[in-house]
């Protein structure tokens, strides 16, 4: 089914009010929704709109947090956001950031107590559309296995980093330090699709290419991408006062309960380094020259990073963008949730 990002929106709106969020958080939660699956990131857009309902029905997402924001220096801030919409609290939180780094040069905000905030390209591509460098990282549900290690530690802990170029365009980097996403797991579920041997392991720590079979995802590159989630960890569990490493909460264990997570956004305003214009100039000028480098065999072509997902974003402005049938179903549907998510319900899948 293809949808405009407009209806798609509204559907995910109107599903997330009738759960119990505000209609205001319900949108905000959307809008960061809509901006995955427009760039062809399906793992993080409208497939985890049941999940959040039923967290949501079940009291595991506060529909009515009381959000508080704290300045603790003249370039640092924490945000609480009382275990609402992740979503909705982190963009707030960037908002606050995108002010404090225009004002002092740079920006630390951390993000504490919140639920699953999606797509992290969304907040870092709010200070790029403010000409400003936006980097983001978070914790995720323990389900990959340390180098090494047999039984998981760390989660999927995301890093996303933009920058402004030109003409409205941005060079953007969105990725977990898995090899893949869990929500790719799921896509694949969804889909009935296998997966390759290289993203997880079962129960036994052998690779598996069943999305039923996964017991644990393996880091990128080995003890580099290991490296990378515990920095993740440090920067927006520890420093936050969080439950960090394998304490950090499951993301289907007990809907009931708030999953008090964290998220860290840095912004660095250029202009306090370089001439802004320079700058942009210069982040054209290499989204270009990665452009003009000769491909490899069986490559047609270099893309800069997030290329392929801004090219998605505009080819789906036009075409509407796809949404797997039993979603579209479940999104016009009258039904709130299927209990379907929640590992102590009777019904789990
Ligand atoms: P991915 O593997 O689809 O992409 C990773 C990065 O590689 C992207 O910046 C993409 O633009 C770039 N890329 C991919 N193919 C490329 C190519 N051929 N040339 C140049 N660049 C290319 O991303 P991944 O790791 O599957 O993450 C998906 C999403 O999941 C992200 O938005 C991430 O923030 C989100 N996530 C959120 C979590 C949360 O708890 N909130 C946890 C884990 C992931």
């Not at 920067?235 to 008090?260: A, C, Q, W």
Request: proline residues 5%.
């Amino acid at each position: 089914m293809r949808l405009s990002s407009e209806q798609l929106n509204e559907l995910i709106t109107t599903k997330l009010h009738k759960a119990g969020l505000t209609e205001d958080h319900a949108r905000g939660v959307a809008d960061v929704l809509v901006h995955a699956d427009a760039r062809g990131v399906h793992s993080h857009g409208a497939m985890r709109v049941e999940y959040y309902a039923e967290r949501i029905a079940k009291g595991g997402i506060n529909a009515n947090p009381d959000f508080k924001f704290e300045k603790t220096g003249p370039a640092t801030a924490v945000f609480d956001g009382d275990n609402g919409a992740g979503h909705v609290a982190a963009k707030l939180a960037m908002d606050e950031a995108i002010q404090i780094a225009k004002e002092n040069g740079v920006a630390v905000v951390g993000v504490r107590r919140i639920s699953h905030s999606g797509a992290l390209s969304y907040f870092v591509q709010q200070a790029a559309n403010e000409n400003l460098i936006g980097i983001s990282v978070c914790q995720s549900d323990p389900m990959v296995v340390p180098f090494g290690g047999s039984e998981p530690y760390y989660g999927t802990n995301p890093i996303a980093f933009a920058a402004p170029g030109k003409n409205g365009q941005n060079i953007t980097f969105d990725m977990a330090t898995t090899v893949q996403a869990w929500g790719k797991i799921l896509h694949a579920r969804s889909k009935n699709d296998s997966i390759p041997d290289t993203w997880a392991v079962d129960v036994d720590g052998n690779p598996t290419t069943d999305p039923f079979k996964v017991n644990a995802l393996v880091p990128i590159a080995g003890p580099k991408g290991y490296g990378l989630m515990m920095m993740v960890d440090v920067l927006s569990g520890i420093l936050l006062g969080l439950p960090f490493g394998n304490k950090v909460s499951s993301m289907y264990h007990d809907l009931t309960e708030h999953r008090n997570l964290g998220q860290l956004h840095i912004v660095i305003n250029p202009e306090y380094f370089t001439a802004l214009n320079l700058f942009q100039e210069s982040i054209a000028t290499t989204m270009q020259d990665l452009n003009n480098i000769k491909p490899a065999p069986g490559f047609d072509h270099v893309s800069y990073p997030g290329q392929r997902s801004a090219e998605r974003e505009k080819k789906y402005e036009e075409n509407g963008i796809e949404i797997v049938d039993h979603i579209y179903e479940y999104l016009v549907s009258e039904v709130v949730h299927n209990n379907a998510y929640d590992n102590k319900s009777p019904f789990a899948k």
